[in-house]
């Protein structure tokens, strides 16, 4: 039995749409797709009500390994953060800041966690 050819840069972007869409349907307004640096990427950036939210997209087709939320551990948070201080620099901001993480299971249900994690 052959495997499916899975192209993951477009599932990835079509999740990340999908994620943008859901958090606009609630009021966030987005800023920015794929903030990239050397440090990083940053899946969104949004605005929430004057709060700067760097939003993490994950998606698993199925729990089997876990769920997709569960992937954003202490390593990526690393690097995530890494990538906002870098984009607060590059921009010569300094906002009210969250992480969020935007979980996407293979049904499409997806699970909003705001403030997912803090950084020092």
């Known amino acids: 039995m ?21 958090l606009e349907a609630h009021g966030l307004r ?4 794929n903030y990239r640096c050397r440090l990083g990427e940053i899946d969104l950036v949004m605005t929430d009500r004057g709060i700067l939210v760097f939003v993490e997209v994950r998606y698993r087709r199925s729990a089997q390994f876990g769920a997709p939320a569960e992937t954003v551990g202490p390593g990526k948070q ?12 590059q ?8 992480f969020d993480v935007v979980a996407i299971s293979g049904s499409n249900a997806i699970d909003w966690i705001q403030d997912a994690f803090r950084v020092e």
């Open 91 to 98: 921009y010569s901001t300094d906002p009210p800041c969250r």
């Open 78 to 89: 690393r690097r995530l953060a890494s990538a906002a201080r870098h984009y607060l620099q």
């Open 30 to 33: 987005l800023v920015a797709r």
């Open 2 to 22: 052959k495997i499916p050819h899975i192209d993951r840069p477009a599932l990835g972007a079509e999740k990340e749409e999908l994620a943008c869409r859901f």
